[in-house]
């Protein structure tokens, strides 16, 4: 189907399900119930998963094929953020314009930082990339104040033009962002019983642009380009005894994995129209590295898993706090109910990011394929078993992608 | 004229003269080899020829176009196909997709982004690279993991990627050291059997003699930078000044 295989075909429509159903699928606990805090239903929540996951697909394209790890791709967020915020300020509140516009000046910023970069490899690539990524950060705080607002961020006004829009609704607030007329805040509740679930025009734009976006790297993936971007990642010295050039190969694929990111800052921005520096910073650009690490570098579905992983860990963890421990562990006598929230204090809250390098670690350690590869073992492991039930010979384990 | 001519290189690496005053002329469809005791300079040679190295002095042609300044990714393009000591091959790639992508160089060029179209669409690469791989005797092969092969087998997994392009020219460094006899001399029938049916000019550098003799119809010897003669097989054997410099050595 659309001009995948099987294999493929299955894969796309298990991240439209999972996309398209996430509504469901993220609230599985009634509303009242204690485990309630464990849903991630929420519109802004949902938003961040896949628009996270639109970053760590496109990051993909470059570390995952190439090998060339960039730790400066946040700029590229950054650059799309600002760009779609100056749209809604300027044009008016529609998000494609903004969304395109984004894109685009992302992809021209990541041709000309990829233009550079690429002239090292290895680690001297990462560090220069890095290096523009602060340059940037630095630059949008101060020097740029004019375009960025500086350390505020970049926000609408009332006085903003919008010349294809209002400056203010009738009721003098800032108009809000739209889809030709569907805002994107506008959120249907449905009420099932003790569950609530909640459906978001602008989670919906997001997901279908996140699904189009996946489709795209499976066909990017397929194609000789792709093939060609493996090889370099494989062997730069038989590509260029082979009559290829890497530099533009390598290029090209910094531009497209920088296009993504600036669509995932534009969608971002769209959501909520506002842009800081803080979203060019490199403890940003790291996040995604360890989206697609811990997914699984390289998988077509492993960034997918790993932001969605991640940004659910992060909200979960950090929403807990004593008090939620205090209540989890009221059955324990009262000097171990003490000293076991103590152990877990450090973990919780604004901890989580202890956790978070925990479980990066024993997945690099003991998965060095990412999640992708424990789900690969788990389906290894039951056929063989199901094998063994059935006295029939074990079937073969699927090679990693 | 040869198809390939190099006049007056010379190469130095800080204090070491590595090449001086080399001349040297390939004949078309030949099998020319290059001999010379450790250090003599011929892999600096080859490389001056393809790109790697620029030498200090000298020129070399290419079917009368200098390859000079010429980037290995050109010179290759031009029609000269190299096989590395050690097997350089895409060893994460499967053995189709390794012979696939020199005939994706061959037919698009340096660079084409071809991003959108599935590589199986490909049905001339495909079938190019099949057909290439049973030339090979390795078409059961297909579906490993380059990486995986034995030895003998990525060297013929070389071979026929330079093959696939149609090269003018194959230069082989050493293509048997650390091989097995057995290995050698499948090696040695390959490169026999290519220069016989194909349209092709053969250069290559050897320490083995038992190869040197069994291919070559034209050979070079190297010494200390320097070509020391240039003879048939038959002349080389009983030169003086090469038992001196190179065969007294090992004999
Ligand atoms: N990149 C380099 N920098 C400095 N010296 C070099 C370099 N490459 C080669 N040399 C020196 O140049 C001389 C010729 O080396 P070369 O590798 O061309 O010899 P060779 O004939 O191929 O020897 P072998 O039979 O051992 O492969 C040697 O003394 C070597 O140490
Ligand atoms: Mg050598």
């Given at each position: 189907m659309f001009g995948l295989d099987k294999k493929d075909t299955s894969k796309l429509i298990i991240v439209a399900c999972l996309a398209l159903l996430a509504p469901f699928i993220l609230n599985p606990f009634p509303t009242d119930s204690a485990l309630a805090q464990f849903n991630a239903g929420y519109p802004d929540l949902m938003q961040r998963f896949v628009i996270f996951g639109i970053f760590a697909i496109g990051f993909n394209i470059l570390f995952g094929l190439t090998g060339y790890l960039s730790f400066g791709h946040a700029a590229f967020l950054g650059v799309g953020s600002y760009s779609a915020v100056w749209m809604f300020k300027l044009?008016?509140?529609?998000?494609i314009p903004a969304i395109v516009l984004s894109v685009i000046v992302a992809g021209l910023f990541a041709l000309l930082i990829g233009f550079v970069s690429l002239r090292r490899s290895g680690i001297y690539f990462s560090i220069l990339t890095l290096a523009f990524a602060q340059m940037s950060f630095n630059l949008a705080y101060s020097v740029l104040t004019p375009i960025t607002n500086g350390e505020t961020g970049l926000q609408l006004t009332l006085e903003d033009p919008r010349i294809l829009g209002v400056s203010a609704t009738a009721d003098g607030s800032i108009p809000v962002t739209n889809l030709f007329g569907l805002e994107m805040r506008s959120t249907f509740e449905m009420a099932v019983g003790p569950w609530a679930f909640q459906f978001n025009a602008g989670y919906y734009l997001c997901a279908l642009i996140m699904l189009a976006a996946f489709y795209l790297s499976i066909r990017i993936f397929r194609s000789p380009f792709g093939m060609m971007l493996r090889a370099v990642k494989s062997n730069q010295q038989r590509m260029n005894y082979t009559g290829l050039n890497t530099r533009p190969y390598t290029l090209a694929a910094f531009v497209i994995s920088g296009m993504y990111a600036g669509l995932a800052g534009g969608l971002m921005a769209s959501m909520d129209p506002l842009a800081g520096?803080?979203?060019?910073?490199w403890t940003a650009s790291g996040e995604v590295v360890l989206m697609t690490i811990l997914g699984?570098?390289?998988?077509?579905i492993g960034p997918v898993l790993g932001a969605g992983f991640i940004k659910y860990f992060e909200n979960i963890f950090s929403k807990i706090n004593d008090n939620v421990l205090h209540t989890w562990f009221s059955f324990l006598p009262d000097g171990m109910e003490d000293a076991v929230v103590f152990i877990i204090?450090?973990?919780?809250?604004?901890?989580?990011h202890l956790t978070l390098g925990i479980l990066f670690m024993l997945v690099v350690i003991f998965l060095p394929g990412g999640l992708v590869e424990g789900g690969q073992r788990i389906k290894g492991w039951l056929s063989r078993r199901k094998s063994k039930d059935g006295g029939k010979a074990a079937g073969e384990t699927n090679p990693a992608e | 004229m040869g198809i390939l001519e190099v006049k007056d290189v010379g190469k130095r690496f800080g204090g070491l003269q590595a090449l001086s005053n080399v001349n040297l002329s390939v004949q078309e469809n030949s099998v020319h080899a290059i001999i010379g005791p450790n250090g003599a300079g011929k892999s600096t040679l080859l490389n001056c020829l393809v790109g790697k190295l620029i030498p200090d002095t000298g020129s070399v042609m290419f079917d009368g176009q200098s390859v000079l300044g010429r980037a290995p990714y050109e010179i290759n393009q031009m029609g000269i196909s190299r096989v590395f000591q050690t097997p350089e091959i895409f060893g994460d790639l499967t053995v189709l997709e390794n012979m696939m992508i020199p005939c994706f160089a061959k037919r698009d060029g340096a660079f084409e982004l071809n991003a959108l179209s599935s590589v199986l669409r490909q049905k001339d690469i495909l079938q190019k690279a099949e057909h290439m791989l049973e030339e090979m005797n390795m078409a059961d092969k297909r579906h490993m993991h380059a990486a995986a092969m034995s030895r003998g087998d990525k060297r013929r997994l070389e071979i026929g990627m330079c093959l696939s392009q149609e090269p003018r020219l194959l230069l082989l460094d050493e293509?048997?050291?650390?091989?097995a006899r057995a290995d050698t001399n499948n090696t040695i029938d390959l490169l026999k059997q290519i220069s016989d049916e194909r349209d092709i000019t053969i250069a290559i550098i050897e320490h083995d003699m038992h190869v040197v003799f069994s291919l070559a119809n034209r050979i070079t010897v190297l010494a200390q930078g320097t070509p020391l003669v240039e003879d048939d097989p038959q002349n080389i054997r009983g030169n003086p000044k090469v038992r001196e410099a190179y065969l007294g050595e090992s004999a």
């Amino acid at each position: 189907m659309f001009g995948l295989d099987k294999k493929d075909t299955s894969k796309l429509i298990i991240v439209a399900c999972l996309a398209l159903l996430a509504p469901f699928i993220l609230n599985p606990f009634p509303t009242d119930s204690a485990l309630a805090q464990f849903n991630a239903g929420y519109p802004d929540l949902m938003q961040r998963f896949v628009i996270f996951g639109i970053f760590a697909i496109g990051f993909n394209i470059l570390f995952g094929l190439t090998g060339y790890l960039s730790f400066g791709h946040a700029a590229f967020l950054g650059v799309g953020s600002y760009s779609a915020v100056w749209m809604f300020k300027l044009i008016g509140m529609n998000v494609i314009p903004a969304i395109v516009l984004s894109v685009i000046v992302a992809g021209l910023f990541a041709l000309l930082i990829g233009f550079v970069s690429l002239r090292r490899s290895g680690i001297y690539f990462s560090i220069l990339t890095l290096a523009f990524a602060q340059m940037s950060f630095n630059l949008a705080y101060s020097v740029l104040t004019p375009i960025t607002n500086g350390e505020t961020g970049l926000q609408l006004t009332l006085e903003d033009p919008r010349i294809l829009g209002v400056s203010a609704t009738a009721d003098g607030s800032i108009p809000v962002t739209n889809l030709f007329g569907l805002e994107m805040r506008s959120t249907f509740e449905m009420a099932v019983g003790p569950w609530a679930f909640q459906f978001n025009a602008g989670y919906y734009l997001c997901a279908l642009i996140m699904l189009a976006a996946f489709y795209l790297s499976i066909r990017i993936f397929r194609s000789p380009f792709g093939m060609m971007l493996r090889a370099v990642k494989s062997n730069q010295q038989r590509m260029n005894y082979t009559g290829l050039n890497t530099r533009p190969y390598t290029l090209a694929a910094f531009v497209i994995s920088g296009m993504y990111a600036g669509l995932a800052g534009g969608l971002m921005a769209s959501m909520d129209p506002l842009a800081g520096a803080e979203r060019m910073q490199w403890t940003a650009s790291g996040e995604v590295v360890l989206m697609t690490i811990l997914g699984g570098a390289g998988t077509l579905i492993g960034p997918v898993l790993g932001a969605g992983f991640i940004k659910y860990f992060e909200n979960i963890f950090s929403k807990i706090n004593d008090n939620v421990l205090h209540t989890w562990f009221s059955f324990l006598p009262d000097g171990m109910e003490d000293a076991v929230v103590f152990i877990i204090h450090p973990f919780i809250g604004k901890g989580w990011h202890l956790t978070l390098g925990i479980l990066f670690m024993l997945v690099v350690i003991f998965l060095p394929g990412g999640l992708v590869e424990g789900g690969q073992r788990i389906k290894g492991w039951l056929s063989r078993r199901k094998s063994k039930d059935g006295g029939k010979a074990a079937g073969e384990t699927n090679p990693a992608e | 004229m040869g198809i390939l001519e190099v006049k007056d290189v010379g190469k130095r690496f800080g204090g070491l003269q590595a090449l001086s005053n080399v001349n040297l002329s390939v004949q078309e469809n030949s099998v020319h080899a290059i001999i010379g005791p450790n250090g003599a300079g011929k892999s600096t040679l080859l490389n001056c020829l393809v790109g790697k190295l620029i030498p200090d002095t000298g020129s070399v042609m290419f079917d009368g176009q200098s390859v000079l300044g010429r980037a290995p990714y050109e010179i290759n393009q031009m029609g000269i196909s190299r096989v590395f000591q050690t097997p350089e091959i895409f060893g994460d790639l499967t053995v189709l997709e390794n012979m696939m992508i020199p005939c994706f160089a061959k037919r698009d060029g340096a660079f084409e982004l071809n991003a959108l179209s599935s590589v199986l669409r490909q049905k001339d690469i495909l079938q190019k690279a099949e057909h290439m791989l049973e030339e090979m005797n390795m078409a059961d092969k297909r579906h490993m993991h380059a990486a995986a092969m034995s030895r003998g087998d990525k060297r013929r997994l070389e071979i026929g990627m330079c093959l696939s392009q149609e090269p003018r020219l194959l230069l082989l460094d050493e293509p048997t050291a650390g091989m097995a006899r057995a290995d050698t001399n499948n090696t040695i029938d390959l490169l026999k059997q290519i220069s016989d049916e194909r349209d092709i000019t053969i250069a290559i550098i050897e320490h083995d003699m038992h190869v040197v003799f069994s291919l070559a119809n034209r050979i070079t010897v190297l010494a200390q930078g320097t070509p020391l003669v240039e003879d048939d097989p038959q002349n080389i054997r009983g030169n003086p000044k090469v038992r001196e410099a190179y065969l007294g050595e090992s004999a």
